[in-house]
């Protein structure tokens, strides 16, 4: 099996096998472990803040790769962005509001795009709120031109620097959310990237991984300090060595599924834990209930997913 295939079927598009594969373990992360210790409890969670900074990187680069590299006008991209999730991410922040997470504030900023502006940003959502700006930012940075042909780099490179200053003095004057200094150049290096730099060099991405946990050890021993960062990009050079030697060991129409409803589960999962761990009577909550719980989360978000692009197909024009 070619980690690199594409299923070019009409309900998942041509995807990247890889890059699916790595969607899954994000999201399960997410999901299944950094969110659902505000639920149960998870022991050692706070002490893995690393990882999901190392997790989150890596959505923003596949984010970044999968919508930099698309040849089409400037108002279709927009148009395909917005259809793609802004009702879904409306209904979720409303539904957050029910729940009690948001009040009417965060809902309007989280789908106007304005959240990371006015820090701190909002639960979860943010992360979507935060792509809103990234696509608006897009045709800026993007290396595609409609021709399909390629534009200057260098010029496109000023450009994303000075993008980064200004949202740096944005967030020195207290306006912007830290997660954006952190994000966006992920964001970036995706849009950057080729499908070979992110599939072909497994053995490097390890050995990249392996010499980030020697590095952050032998701070540790000679400072008696832990660096975050380090160990954040060894978990992402770790994705990226997962997500290309995992395929070919099969499973490759589960991991399609998975990361088919991703985006699904991960605006709606806190909603849909609130209904079974928010509930009036007492549940005893042991492993089988948690695990019928994080099942559910990604059996509704793939028949949500489906049947929100039957909804598209049927009732907006596709761009």
Not at 41 to 58: A, F, H, N, P, Q
Not at 207 to 227: E, H, K, N
Not at 301 to 308: C, G, K, P
């Amino acid at each position: 099996m070619e980690v690199v295939a594409r299923n070019s079927s009409p309900k998942y598009g041509k995807r990247i096998l890889s890059f699916d594969c790595i969607r899954c373990i994000c999201v399960f992360w997410v999901i299944a472990f950094w969110h659902l210790g505000d639920y149960v409890e998870i022991r050692g969670r706070d002490s893995l803040e690393y990882v999901t900074i190392g997790v989150l990187g890596m959505f923003s680069v596949l984010s970044g790769y999968l919508v930099g590299h698309k040849n089409v006008s400037i108002m279709n991209f927009y148009l395909a962005r917005l259809k793609r999730f802004l009702i879904p991410l409306f209904i979720a922040a409303f539904l957050f509001r029910l729940s009690g997470y948001y009040v009417i504030e965060n809902v309007f900023l989280v789908v106007s795009g304005l959240d990371m502006f006015f820090p701190p940003a909002s639960m979860t959502l943010w992360y979507f709120s935060m792509l809103i700006v990234l696509y608006a930012l897009t045709p800026l940075l993007s290396i595609e031109s409609k021709n399909g042909t390629k534009v200057i780099i260098i010029e496109r490179t000023i450009i994303a620097i000075i993008i980064y200053l200004v949202f740096f003095v944005l967030y020195w004057l207290g306006h912007l959310d830290v997660r954006m200094l952190i994000y966006y150049p992920c964001y970036v290096l995706g849009i950057y990237s080729s499908v070979e730099y992110l599939t072909k060099y497994q053995i490097f991405y390890l050995l990249g991984a392996i010499g980030c946990v020697f590095v952050d050890l032998l701070i540790g021993q000679i400072f008696f300090i832990s660096i975050m960062w380090i160990r954040a990009f060894g978990v992402f050079l770790l994705l990226l060595f997962l997500g290309n030697i995992l395929p070919k060991l099969g499973g490759g129409y589960l991991y399609r599924k998975i990361a088919y409803a991703s985006m699904f589960a991960y605006i709606f999962h806190r909603p849909l834990y609130y209904l079974m761990f928010k509930m009036p009577f007492p549940i005893c909550y042991d492993k089988i209930y948690i695990l019928g719980c994080i099942l559910v989360v990604f059996i509704v978000s793939y028949y949500l997913q489906r049947y929100y692009d039957k909804f598209l197909g049927l009732f907006i024009r596709k761009t």
